[in-house]
């Protein structure tokens, strides 16, 4: 069942159906905004996507509206406050991986003026080679957090299906994410 199927059915939370009317697949080009999509993704692994999602606040509120440059600065009091923060979920490594990525993300903007412009740039690679790139430059990101994240940012193809009146919406926002 696909995404998009699965919020039709009775059974499916608001939460759900309130990220698939207007967050997934959506084209996200502020760089704080896919560094928080980022974050989330790495931090669903192992866990319901329902959780991120009721907790999404939480992680916006504890890692400083996911401005980059600020969490690129974390100190260790600021890793032992989230290590401890029951409001988002309490891993190191994916604590870790977030500080670090957003080091990372400051190479990126030196380099290529934003993340938006680096995921651009690279756009025209395959969901393989995404995935290759991603586990050069950030921990913690395997093949689906990469798919996930790329679907779900509107850099490929896949986040609704065809018969979804959001796969529309998103086809007039970003109408090359087809060619990929």
Same mark, same amino acid.
């Given at each position: 069942?696909?995404?998009?199927?699965?919020?039709?059915?009775?059974?499916?939370?608001?939460?759900?159906?309130?990220?698939?009317?207007?967050?997934?697949?959506?084209?996200?080009?502020?760089?704080?905004?896919?560094?928080?999509?980022?974050?989330?993704?790495?931090?669903?692994?192992? !866990?319901?996507?329902?959780?991120? &999602?009721? =907790?999404?606040?939480?992680? $916006? %509120?504890?890692?400083?509206? @996911?401005?980059?440059?600020?969490?690129?600065?974390?100190?260790?009091?600021?890793?032992?406050?989230?290590?401890?923060?029951?409001?988002?979920?309490?891993?190191?490594?994916?604590?870790?991986?977030?500080?670090?990525?957003?080091?990372?993300?400051?190479?990126?903007?030196?380099?290529?003026?934003?993340?938006?412009?680096? !995921?651009?740039?690279?756009?025209? &690679?395959? =969901?393989?080679?995404?995935? $290759? %790139?991603?586990?050069?430059? @950030?921990?913690?990101?395997?093949?689906?957090?990469?798919?996930?994240?790329?679907?779900?940012?509107?850099?490929?193809?896949?986040?609704?299906?065809?018969?979804?009146?959001?796969?529309?919406?998103?086809?007039?926002?970003?109408?090359?994410?087809?060619?990929?």
């Amino acid at each position: 069942m696909s995404y998009c199927d699965y919020c039709l059915e009775p059974k499916a939370k608001d939460v759900h159906i309130d990220y698939h009317n207007t967050q997934y697949g959506f084209p996200i080009k502020d760089d704080n905004a896919l560094f928080g999509r980022l974050i989330l993704e790495i931090n669903q692994a192992g !866990l319901s996507w329902e959780t991120i &999602l009721n =907790k999404q606040d939480n992680f $916006k %509120l504890a890692y400083d509206q @996911f401005d980059i440059e600020t969490v690129a600065a974390y100190s260790e009091h600021d890793r032992g406050r989230l290590l401890s923060d029951a409001g988002i979920i309490r891993n190191k490594l994916k604590v870790n991986a977030a500080i670090y990525n957003a080091q990372q993300l400051l190479v990126i903007r030196a380099e290529y003026g934003s993340f938006s412009k680096w !995921l651009d740039q690279n756009n025209h &690679l395959i =969901k393989d080679e995404w995935t $290759k %790139l991603f586990k050069k430059t @950030f921990k913690f990101v395997g093949g689906e957090i990469v798919n996930e994240f790329l679907m779900s940012t509107g850099y490929l193809p896949g986040a609704h299906d065809e018969h979804c009146p959001i796969f529309a919406e998103i086809d007039k926002l970003n109408p090359k994410w087809r060619e990929r």
